[in-house]
């Protein structure tokens, strides 16, 4: 196939100029394009590209040597991209370093201000920016208009690899992009449960490379949400744990005046499959303050159908008056569906909680942010350092 189209290119061009010309093509794309007297109408997109473009992106090697060695510029550019950029946006590692020892430049951007490295995206492109740092692409160099280096964008796809690659040559662990994102955040808000997985290990990986580099755990971005923020409403348990571990500030608060448990509890039906309940209860046994009780109401009617959630977070204060209002906020299929739960959680209505929960509550206070560490060391039953953990039960006594 490659020499198919090596003896093709033989045929159809004999000079440097031909070589180098800008092909256009159109594309299926439609588009709404200006005309005369204001008038729009659809036309097919036009792609610009050259035959050196073509052989990159294909990863037609044959073809990209025959080019190269009979005059074609490396660093032509068309359509606002140069064969290096679509080397390595392909993962083709091979043509990007053919590239490269006829002078591509490492550095060029593209139109929308994207270098080679921004452009390895992929576990595929390893190779590629392995290429490119060896001949001195600058692992610092960010985007034209997001300012985010191929450290940034390492971190949203998640790829460690790549991270650790631009950390060995000096890339900057907290550099911030024009929203104020590092790279620690940038994987924090990436991180989502895949399927199949109980976690995204990728983002993990990441970021506890980026803990070891000592990347700073409270970078806000510009609206004042810190990587802590961003693990918790994407509800990603083991990195929340990890990011608490390296002194993530527990009660930050956005500029919307949420903290991390706000985060999660906003999301915790959207994502119960990630399991927000744990994510909840490990937060208030790391000290996280508590949802102002005038709102739990609010906070009932969200997580309604996330029983678990609601019970650690109820079980979190000494006393909560449960009126009829508590009642109504609970639609009938969801009582129906968690029928015993509610049931215990309303015959608390004008109540006092039993002795056994004052008991916890005044461990708990006395503990305060260290009831994680200080609980476990305990000499009492597993299952009675599991209820000041505030482990769910399925019902509220």
Same mark, same amino acid.
């Given at each position: 196939?490659?020499?198919?189209?090596?003896?093709?290119?033989?045929?159809?061009?004999?000079?440097?100029?031909?070589?180098?010309?800008?092909?256009?093509? $159109?594309?299926?794309?439609?588009?709404?394009?200006?005309?005369?007297?204001?008038?729009?109408?659809?036309?097919?997109?036009?792609?610009?590209?050259?035959?050196?473009?073509?052989?990159?992106?294909?990863?037609?090697?044959?073809?990209?040597?025959?080019?190269?060695?009979?005059?074609?510029?490396?660093?032509?550019?068309?359509?606002?991209?140069?064969?290096?950029?679509?080397?390595?946006?392909?993962?083709?590692?091979?043509?990007?370093?053919?590239?490269?020892?006829?002078?591509?430049?490492?550095?060029?951007?593209?139109?929308?201000?994207?270098?080679?490295?921004?452009?390895?995206?992929?576990?595929?492109?390893?190779?590629?920016?392995?290429?490119?740092?060896?001949?001195?692409?600058?692992?610092?160099?960010?985007?034209?208009?997001?300012?985010?280096?191929?450290?940034?964008?390492?971190?949203?796809?998640?790829?460690?690899?790549?991270?650790?690659?631009?950390?060995?040559?000096?890339?900057?662990?907290?550099?911030?992009?024009?929203?104020?994102?590092?790279?620690?955040?940038?994987?924090?808000?990436?991180?989502?449960?895949?399927?199949?997985?109980? $976690?995204?290990?990728?983002?993990?990986?990441?970021?506890?490379?980026?803990?070891?580099?000592?990347?700073?755990?409270?970078?806000?971005?510009?609206?004042?949400?810190?990587?802590?923020?961003?693990?918790?409403?994407?509800?990603?348990?083991?990195?929340?744990?990890?990011?608490?571990?390296?002194?993530?500030?527990?009660?930050?608060?956005?500029?919307?005046?949420?903290?991390?448990?706000?985060?999660?509890?906003?999301?915790?039906?959207?994502? $119960?499959?990630?399991?927000?309940?744990?994510?909840?209860?490990?937060?208030?046994?790391?000290?996280?303050?508590?949802?102002?009780?005038?709102?739990?109401?609010?906070?009932?009617?969200?997580?309604?159908?996330?029983?678990?959630?609601?019970?650690?977070?109820?079980?979190?204060?000494?006393?909560?008056?449960?009126?009829?209002?508590?009642?109504?906020?609970?639609?009938?299929?969801?009582?129906?569906?968690?029928?015993?739960?509610?049931?215990?959680?309303?015959?608390?209505?004008?109540?006092?909680?039993?002795? $056994?929960?004052?008991?916890?509550?005044?461990?708990?206070?006395?503990?305060?942010?260290?009831?994680?560490?200080?609980?476990?060391?305990?000499?009492?039953?597993?299952?009675?350092?599991?209820?000041?953990?505030?482990?769910?039960?399925?019902?509220?006594?």
């Amino acid at each position: 196939m490659l020499s198919h189209h090596w003896r093709d290119l033989q045929d159809g061009f004999s000079d440097p100029a031909e070589l180098n010309m800008i092909l256009v093509f $159109q594309s299926d794309e439609l588009r709404w394009t200006a005309q005369k007297l204001g008038l729009w109408s659809l036309e097919y997109k036009q792609e610009l590209t050259s035959p050196l473009c073509i052989a990159a992106a294909q990863g037609f090697t044959d073809c990209l040597v025959y080019l190269l060695e009979n005059g074609a510029h490396p660093n032509l550019s068309a359509g606002g991209k140069a064969a290096l950029h679509e080397a390595c946006t392909n993962g083709n590692t091979e043509c990007a370093e053919l590239l490269l020892e006829h002078g591509a430049n490492p550095n060029q951007l593209t139109e929308e201000g994207l270098a080679p490295l921004h452009l390895c995206r992929t576990p595929q492109s390893l190779r590629c920016a392995k290429a490119l740092v060896r001949h001195g692409a600058n692992v610092d160099l960010p985007t034209e208009e997001e300012e985010e280096t191929p450290l940034i964008i390492a971190a949203r796809h998640g790829l460690p690899h790549h991270a650790q690659l631009f950390l060995r040559y000096g890339a900057k662990i907290n550099h911030t992009s024009s929203s104020g994102e590092t790279p620690l955040g940038a994987a924090c808000l990436e991180a989502q449960q895949k399927l199949g997985e109980d $976690q995204d290990e990728g983002h993990l990986e990441v970021c506890t490379i980026f803990l070891r580099y000592r990347a700073n755990v409270n970078v806000a971005d510009n609206e004042r949400r810190t990587p802590l923020h961003k693990a918790a409403r994407n509800v990603q348990i083991r990195l929340v744990q990890l990011l608490l571990d390296h002194g993530a500030d527990i009660n930050a608060i956005d500029y919307n005046g949420c903290s991390p448990l706000s985060n999660v509890l906003q999301n915790a039906i959207l994502r $119960q499959e990630c399991q927000p309940d744990i994510v909840v209860q490990t937060l208030l046994n790391h000290g996280s303050i508590k949802v102002w009780p005038q709102a739990l109401l609010k906070v009932l009617t969200a997580c309604a159908a996330a029983p678990k959630t609601v019970e650690i977070l109820f079980n979190s204060y000494t006393l909560v008056p449960v009126t009829y209002t508590w009642v109504e906020a609970i639609p009938e299929e969801i009582f129906k569906l968690h029928r015993s739960f509610y049931d215990s959680l309303f015959a608390l209505e004008f109540k006092p909680r039993c002795l $056994q929960h004052l008991c916890r509550s005044a461990i708990r206070k006395h503990f305060g942010k260290y009831c994680y560490l200080l609980i476990p060391k305990l000499p009492i039953p597993k299952i009675l350092k599991d209820y000041l953990l505030l482990r769910p039960e399925g019902y509220i006594s």
